[in-house]
């Protein structure tokens, strides 16, 4: 098993993250895609990385990148040191990036979070790199900006929108990712996307330490059985083939 999206950098797992990776190797789950937030966050997924694969945890892969709730007025600047960064082959994709309109009524703000979105979807084009995609209330504009970049696939990570509009992800080749939410019972539309996406596009994740199934605790990749088995009980009861957790990640 894998785990598509997680963030054991954040400080959430500063008291005993080799504790919980430990035990989420024991649970079986072999892959963690990690992901950053900002240049910072980016570079901690990528020593966290480094100092547990000998021992602790040997398959973290990392995703470096600019989220769109923490765009800098220096954004350029940062889009430059993510450069570099790829340059040194470190990161594996680029992420999470996208789009989050929700709480940004500001269309200006809303133009920036594009312009980066853009950036970075640029630089996936330039080195041959996958995205992790966060999009929340935007998704006519992610829909609108991954048509522009047909080249570059990934993960839409955390999906929040509809069946249909799943269907129109999907089209253009890109995963749909599903977290924790799925546990809960009135999580409909989530269940309706789980149902409905053709099993190789659908990729299981944590979202970890956020998404948990109970609100306000901890999340770990110890939820993938259950949200894997979650989602392949739906799947069943709407006649679709079970989802296949051999194949990339990404
Ligand atoms: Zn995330």
Redesign the pocket.
């Known amino acids: 098993m894998f785990d598509a999206?997680?963030?054991y950098h954040d400080k959430a797992f500063d008291d005993d993250r080799e504790e919980v990776l430990k035990a989420v190797k024991a649970a079986g789950i072999e892959l963690i895609m990690e992901?950053g937030?900002n240049m910072a966050g980016s570079l901690a997924a990528l020593e966290m990385a480094e100092r547990y694969k000998a021992d602790v945890y040997p398959k973290i892969r990392v995703a470096a990148g600019l989220?769109p709730l923490y765009i800098k007025e220096s954004w350029k600047d940062e889009i430059d040191s993510l450069e570099k960064l790829l340059k040194t082959g470190q990161a594996e994709a680029i992420g999470?990036c996208g789009l989050d309109y929700r709480n940004i009524k500001d269309e200006s703000v809303r133009k920036r979070q594009r312009e980066v979105f853009e950036a970075q979807l640029e630089l996936c084009e330039k080195y041959g790199l996958t995205a992790?995609v966060?999009s929340v209330d935007a998704a006519e504009d992610t829909l609108k900006i991954l048509k522009a970049h047909p080249k570059v696939k990934g993960l839409l990570?955390?999906f929040a929108y509809s069946a249909q509009m799943a269907e129109q992800f999907v089209k253009l080749k890109w995963n749909i990712g599903i977290n924790a939410l799925v546990l809960r019972p009135e999580a409909k539309k989530i269940k309706e996307v789980a149902a409905g996406v053709p099993a190789e596009y659908i990729r299981v994740e944590t979202?970890a330490p956020?998404m948990p199934v109970i609100k306000g605790s901890r999340n770990d990749s110890r939820s993938i059985p259950a949200i894997i088995e979650e989602v392949n009980r739906i799947r069943k009861e709407a006649g679709a083939e079970p989802i296949c957790q051999k194949q990339e990640i990404l």
């Open positions: 999206h997680t963030h992901a937030e989220h999470e992790v966060h990570h955390g979202d956020y």
